[in-house]
Structure formats: structure tokens, C-alpha cells
């Protein structure tokens, strides 16, 4: 099950779940010191998501991910895409297929209530890239970056 945590919600939450964020940001050449307060400015704002994995195992309900999404724009196709911008487990969490699929499912629905078009993300971890395929997603693209 994926829950939104709602910009309200984020203060009583951002202790906690700031260092799994940090862990799970993907590296950026030349980035700034302050990427977790740009962060939380969003999620404060609402211009970017935070959301919680939990999975139901032996009748306990327990955290096991945390995501952040954002919606991006292509302003020359009009297009609005949900950007999955960073995925962590949280430590003791074992998402399973079946979660993952739950939580595409949740993203796809709330996507289309916010005018997108698709769910995207980036990742350079093969075994993200494979249970994508398996539930119904392609890596169709490569990201090519080079460091100035």
C-alpha cells in the first residue's frame, strides 16, 4: 500500500525520513550543499511528493519504501509527466513485485487526476529496470550525460 504524505504532514515526518532521502538521491556533477532544504521547500509547497510503502506481512503493517515524485513539464509537446525522482527501502523493508506493482498502479491513478500522461523515472539499477518490464513498464530511453 502507497500512502501520500500531505505538505502539512511533512514537519512531523522530515527528521525521520530525511536521511533516507539523502541516501537515495542520485548524484548529480556539480550539484549544491542545499539539495535536502530545496527538497523540503517543495514538499512543503506541494510541488513535489512524498510517499510511503508499507506492506501487510504476518497480519503487521510496516514501512518498507520511500518515494518522492514530482510532476515535470514538456513545454514543447504539452506534455505532464509524474517523475519518480528518488525510491529508497526504508532499513528492514523487503518490497516485493507485488508492491511494486501497487505502488505504479497508485502513481498511474494520481498522474491522470493531475493532466499526465505517463509515469516516468531514471535509474541506473538493473534489477529496477527488469521488475519494470515485468509489470508492464520499458526502458525505451538512455540517459546521457556529460560532465562539463
Known sequence: MLQLI???QIPSFWVTIKDVIGMAL???????GNK???????L???TMECWVAFSERSGEK???GLMLTTIISDDITETKSLLIYCMATIEGG??????????IEAWKKYA???GCNRVVA???LDYLVEMAEKIGGSAIYSFISFPI
Open 6 to 8: 500531505f505538505p502539512q
Open 26 to 32: 542520485p548524484p548529480v556533477t556539480g550539484e549544491k
Open 36 to 42: 535536502l532544504n530545496n527538497i523540503l521547500t517543495r
Open 44 to 46: 512543503l509547497e506541494g
Open 62 to 64: 510496516k514501512p518498507n
Open 94 to 103: 523487503e518490497p516485493d513485485l507485488q508492491d511494486y506493482e501497487e505502488g
Open 112 to 114: 491522470r487526476a493531475n
Open 122 to 124: 531514471y535509474t541506473n
